[in-house]
């Protein structure tokens, strides 16, 4: 019955007109970037390469002093365990990251961008998901943070 309800809530849904983004993640000149991260600083120095060689927005000092904050993490989520007492503990886990788009005057967040690592058993494959991950994460910002067409002219 359940599944039935959300079909029938997703065609609906095809009818509902797009809504609107909050104008501050269109409007925004200067951003705050925070890094919400566990560990080392690779994600947070990546993310912040990415922003400034994009050319969009002047990067600011302080929180107090932006339009926007951008919040970078990259977290480690187990999403299983497995095993007996014979064979020993395994488990599985699923590797995120996430950028929040935050009011700096309210604390609010504005919206929430995830992307998964895919997994991987090299290092050398898992950095390339990494990048895939992060450059996936970066163009859905850029389409997010996008000038409607109506404004943009």
Known sequence: MLALGVRALGAQ???VP???RPAQIVAAKKVFISNAGVGTDM???QFYAAIKGWGR???VASPADADLVFEISFSSQITGVSGTK???CDSSNILQLKLVLLDPKTHIALWTLMDTVHPFARQKTGEKNFDDAFST???ALKVLTAQPESTAK
């Open 13 to 15: 849904t095809a009818d």
């Open 18 to 20: 797009a809504a609107p």
């Open 43 to 45: 994600t947070y120095d």
């Open 57 to 59: 927005y002047e990067l």
């Open 86 to 88: 014979e064979s020993g």
């Open 137 to 139: 994460l970066v163009g």
